[in-house]
């Protein structure tokens, strides 16, 4: 029963606290903040490099999921306010076009269907690659049966003059 309980106020501590915390950013322009604050700061890429490092560190030798969304945070705090070249952009901006197919069916390479071909690099650099590339070849997949279903729900909707159909967006990822 104590074990239950414990879980269950991780998951809560682990789940709500970030989605309150980002709230409290989105409410509060916390992002638009730092990104003024930190405009003008010499060497803000390596002291942010410096800082990422260090959180991993802290992290890896205090391994709490207490910790893991103060952390969390800090990275995303972090990351946001460091800039970043084109090429990264663009890869980033791909990735955010599948992140969320990669966040729903990531689990079930690793937990249920495909453990032996996520584990197969053998070490944690690229068995996570490894995972990011099965999982986007599995979101390209999952977009090419989505996005007809989605257009052909809008194009049924729409002969009924609603403009509000239940899929709203269903653009091509480039």
Same mark, same amino acid.
């Given at each position: ?7 269950? &106020?991780? *998951? ?11 709230? $409290? ?17 010499? =060497? ?8 990422? !490092?260090?959180?991993? &560190?802290? #992290? ?27 090429? $990264?952009?663009?890869?980033? *901006?791909?990735?955010? #076009? #599948? ?5 729903? !069916?990531?689990? +079930?390479?690793? !937990? ?8 197969? %690099?053998?070490?944690?650099? +690229? &068995? ?11 979101? #390209?997949? !999952?977009?090419? &049966?989505?996005?007809? $279903? ?15 159909? %239940?899929?709203?967006? =269903?653009?091509?990822?480039?």
């Amino acid at each position: 029963m104590l074990t239950i309980m414990v879980n269950a &106020i991780v *998951l809560v501590g682990t789940s709500l606290l970030p989605f309150i915390i980002g709230s $409290i950013f989105a409410k509060e322009k916390l992002f638009s903040k730092l990104s003024s604050n930190f405009r003008n700061i010499k =060497h803000k890429n390596g002291i942010g490099f410096f800082g990422i !490092i260090s959180l991993v &560190i802290i #992290h890896s030798l205090y391994e709490s999921m207490i910790i893991a969304p103060f952390t969390g945070i800090a990275f995303i705090c972090i990351f946001v306010s460091m800039n970043k070249s084109k090429i $990264i952009e663009k890869v980033l *901006l791909y990735i955010s #076009h #599948h992140s969320t197919n990669i966040w729903l !069916i990531h689990m +079930f390479f690793y !937990i249920s269907f495909f453990k032996e071909l996520t584990f197969a %690099p053998k070490y944690p650099l +690229f &068995i996570f690659v490894w995972l990011i590339f099965l999982c986007l070849i599995s979101s #390209h997949i !999952i977009n090419f &049966i989505y996005y007809p $279903i989605a257009k052909f729900v809008d194009k049924y909707f729409s002969r009924f003059g609603r403009q509000d159909s %239940p899929v709203k967006s =269903h653009k091509a990822v480039v």
